[in-house]
Each structure stands twice: as C-alpha cells, then as structure tokens.
C-alpha cells in the first residue's frame, strides 16, 4: 500500500465546488494528515485530530467526490474504509475565480492557509528553544526582495519544488530528519512598502 501521494503529483483546482471544499478547515486538516500520516480510516483520523469519527467519515467523503482522496483498493474491512490523498499538492490559481463572483471564497481559502502558517510559526517561536540545537540553527524565516517579472515569480514554485525534492532525497536516511514547513510569499511591493 503506498503510505504518501507521488512527490510533486498535483491537483490543480479549476472548479468553484473544489475551492469550497477545500476552505473547510476539518478537511483541509485531513487532506494533510493523509499526505504526512499516510492512509487512514475515519476513526484514524478522528483520534489523531480530535474530531469524532462520524465528522471525519463525512468530510472524508466530501473530499473523495472530487478526487482528492480515494479508498484504498485493498481494504481489510468493508465497514471501516482506509483513505489516502491522490496528489500531495494541491495548486490554486486565483485568477480563475477572479470577477466570477468567488473572491469572497477564494478570501476566506486563503485567510485559513494564512491563519494556518502563521499559527506554525508561532509555536516555532514559542517552542524552538527546546529544540535539537541543529534545528535551533537550521530552522527560521527569512526574506529576499529581487526583481522578477510576473513569469518568472510564476516559475517561482516549480523550481522552489524541486530543489525541495532534491534536498528531501539526500535526507531520507538522515536519523535527524523531521517534517519541516516550508512556505512561500511571493508578492510585488513598491519600495516604500519594502521599507516600512
């Protein structure tokens, strides 16, 4: 049984109903158990984030009419269905649901992403003292302003995906290996808001 999705495999949201799907914060916390946890069945993930298993079960669902999730085919039991994410990106262009009335929903998906990242690196903060001293080194947040045109700030992700699953190769027998966060905002600003 394949325990994590393809690295690098992807679903692209194209649909309005996929972006609703995804803004709900129980399922966006089970399509990222199922990609760091691995398969799982509702009761599974119920204990592992709190959430009864009859909620879970449903939003398991929810996420599986749209392809994110699926059962895996060799299932012991009938009665309590293992699931696994499909993809363990998923990609998002806000284009698509710019001036079609969906801002409004496309504002609450990534007011949930942002209140999310935030909340990892707060408890970095909070914790990282009483980290390994190598991660108490390794570990932070930095900046970089440069110039790009908006294809290169496109070309942005892809290649920072690929350097990560270069590094993530070279770390597979490391004792020392944890899950690391890592986020990118790439956003144009003028000089005055740079400097503010």
Wanted: glycine fraction near 6%.
């Amino acid at each position: 049984m394949t325990t994590r999705p393809e690295p690098g495999s992807r679903y692209e949201v194209t649909d309005v109903e996929v972006l609703r799907v995804l803004s709900h914060p129980l399922r966006a916390r089970i399509l990222g158990a199922l990609r760091l946890e691995g398969p799982a069945t509702a009761s599974q993930l119920g204990r592992r984030l709190g959430e009864s298993s009859g909620l879970t079960s449903y939003h398991v669902r929810q996420l599986a009419r749209f392809g994110l999730v699926e059962d895996v085919a060799d299932q012991v039991s009938k009665r309590d269905r293992v699931w696994r994410a499909c993809h363990a990106l998923t990609v998002i262009d806000p284009q698509r649901f710019v001036g079609d009335g969906q801002e409004d929903l496309l504002d609450e998906f990534s007011a949930m992403q942002l209140s999310r990242l935030v909340g990892q690196v707060e408890r970095w903060q909070q914790q990282r003292l009483a980290a390994a001293p190598a991660w108490v080194s390794a570990a932070g947040f930095s900046d970089a302003m440069v110039q790009l045109s908006p294809q290169a700030c496109a070309e942005l992700p892809d290649r920072l995906d690929a350097l990560l699953r270069e590094l993530e190769e070279s770390s597979r027998d490391e004792p020392t290996t944890s899950w690391v966060s890592v986020f990118l905002a790439a956003l144009p600003v003028t000089v005055e808001e740079a400097l503010s």
